[in-house]
């Protein structure tokens, strides 16, 4: 069984670097291998126990469908931009922030509950890559940062739980969250 959930842990990875590309670059395949990296980390993270995010990659799969339709809308408004991009209101980002703080408090002793090895930052990570995902499939250009900070989070998480592949993933997430940023801000247009 070891040697399967860590083929699927391999698969995870590779997936979730190639979503990572097609992201940054903005291409509608990336909510396909979404789809088949949700489901991957979902069940590695099921066989470590670490709940919470176990869900929010079920999340994920729901989420790229999600995303599938609001990005193919997009290109129907505006077909000549390459990178199209929003910027979210005040109103936005003050929703997002009572989001994180309420859903951590409330997430957190659930997770302890259930023996979740590490509550607090998979509530964390949880519900801030939560958001991140609703920004992204809004194509909010700040998603890039949201990401970059549960990324790290994500990463720590891993290493503490013996997930020493999706460590490294999270990282790679990390780095290429700074530079989706730096790509979507110079090569796109906002809508």
């Given amino acids: 069984m070891e040697t399967l959930v860590r083929a699927i842990e391999i698969f995870a990875a590779l997936t979730g670097v190639a979503y990572v590309v097609l992201e940054i670059l903005q291409k509608n395949a990336m909510w396909y291998v979404g789809i088949?990296?949700?489901?991957?980390?979902?069940f590695s993270f099921a066989v470590t126990q670490v709940w919470a995010s176990m869900a929010l990659n079920i999340y994920y799969v729901g989420m790229s469908v999600v995303g599938l339709w609001q990005w193919k809308k997009d290109a129907e408004v505006s077909p000549e931009l390459e990178i199209r991009y929003r910027r979210p209101s005040l109103k936005v980002i003050l929703a997002s922030l009572a989001l994180?703080?309420?859903?951590?408090?409330?997430?957190?002793?659930?997770?302890?509950?259930?023996g979740d090895p590490a509550p607090l930052p998979d509530a964390f990570v949880t519900v801030l890559s939560a958001i991140a995902t609703w920004w992204l499939a809004k194509s909010y250009l700040q998603q890039w940062l949201l990401w970059i900070v549960a990324d790290a989070v994500t990463s720590a998480l891993c290493v503490y739980t013996g997930q020493y592949a999706m460590a490294l993933m999270y990282l790679a997430y990390m780095a290429s969250a700074a530079i989706g940023y730096i790509h979507w801000k110079t090569k796109g247009n906002g809508i």
Avoid: D, H, K
């Fill in 36 to 42: 088949l990296t949700g489901a991957a980390c979902a």
């Fill in 100 to 114: 994180l703080v309420c859903g951590v408090a409330l997430l957190s002793p659930l997770l302890a509950r259930t």
